[in-house]
């Protein structure tokens, strides 16, 4: 299923919105309980506005922009940008199986050049075959309907059209631990398809796969556990958006944007690649055993 073009939906203006409207705030030195007050809003929806994670009406971000004392030749580009945040992407039509937030990863995801990401137990979601996604989705969510397994699949196949995309695909950088190619995911059929998509996958110029062998010791990541470092095309020399960190739990998601974070996870990853070699020669390795 190839990824729809030209259709980046709402994350990033939101995105681009919340961080200059905190930036107005911290610049008048208000908290977030005084500018809720003030607005008659909740600290939550305040919140919500400076971390992207919902639209906005121009009115409401004149009105910011009032209490914050911003300069009027600033209020009508933010104006503008809020209503760009009403933008629909293509993953909107599947928001009945989209987990809660995951729908800002997406955005994020399409409007990436770069990722970043290590995976220490689960081929990452970029580079699974249909029945290895299937097999996960069976266990992740027991009871799973059809129709909704169909959609949730749809979703993934999708985001996969982004590293094969004609204009600029997606740079991926990945780095797995040894035990996801032990892991037999769906059976012997499944664990097969998929590690002959890695082999295949990895040879696109666009995709580096490599592999950290069991026997390669301590490193950073194991702490850090599975995450993406998400990079932003540039304009003027300068990157359209700060990057940020990806990281999932049991628990929900976070979303890491302050430089000490993303230079925590960039030594991560460093020090994981380090220790890290071409994953192809352990690929064929473990078909070879299968």
Not at 151 to 175: C, H, I, K
Not at 276 to 287: G, K, Y
Request: aromatic fraction near 6%; charge should be negative; proline fraction near 6%.
């Amino acid at each position: 299923m190839a990824l729809p073009q030209g259709i980046t939906g709402s994350t990033m203006p939101r995105r681009q919105l919340g961080r200059q409207l905190r930036d107005l705030r911290n610049r008048a030195r208000m908290t977030t309980r005084v500018a809720a007050q003030r607005l008659e809003w909740s600290e939550a929806k305040i919140w919500r506005i400076e971390t992207g994670q919902t639209s906005l009406r121009s009115l409401d971000v004149e009105a910011m922009c009032r209490i914050y004392g911003a300069p009027e030749d600033a209020i009508e580009p933010l104006s503008a940008l809020a209503r760009e945040t009403k933008a629909r992407g293509w993953w909107t039509e599947f928001s009945d199986v989209i987990d809660e937030g995951y729908e800002v990863y997406i955005g994020l995801e399409e409007a990436a050049a770069r990722l970043t990401t290590y995976e220490n137990e689960l081929v990452p979601g970029l580079l699974q075959t249909e029945g290895y996604m299937r097999a996960v989705l069976a266990g992740a969510y027991p009871g799973i309907s059809p129709e909704q397994m169909d959609r949730r699949v749809r979703v993934r196949l999708a985001r996969q059209g982004l590293l094969t995309r004609p204009d600029s695909p997606l740079q991926l950088d990945v780095v797995i631990s040894e035990a996801v190619l032990w892991h037999r995911i769906g059976g012997e059929d499944v664990t097969r398809g998929q590690l002959e998509r890695l082999r295949k996958i990895a040879e696109l110029p666009n995709v580096r796969l490599r592999l950290i062998p069991a026997e390669g010791g301590y490193h950073h990541c194991m702490d850090a556990g599975r995450f993406v470092l998400l990079e932003f095309p540039a304009a003027a020399g300068e990157p359209t958006e700060p990057p940020v960190v990806y990281v999932e739990s049991l628990t929900g998601s976070s979303y890491l944007d302050k430089d000490h974070d993303v230079e925590r996870y960039r030594e991560a990853f460093a020090a994981a690649n380090s220790l890290a070699s071409d994953a192809i020669p352990a690929i064929e390795a473990t078909l070879a055993s299968i």
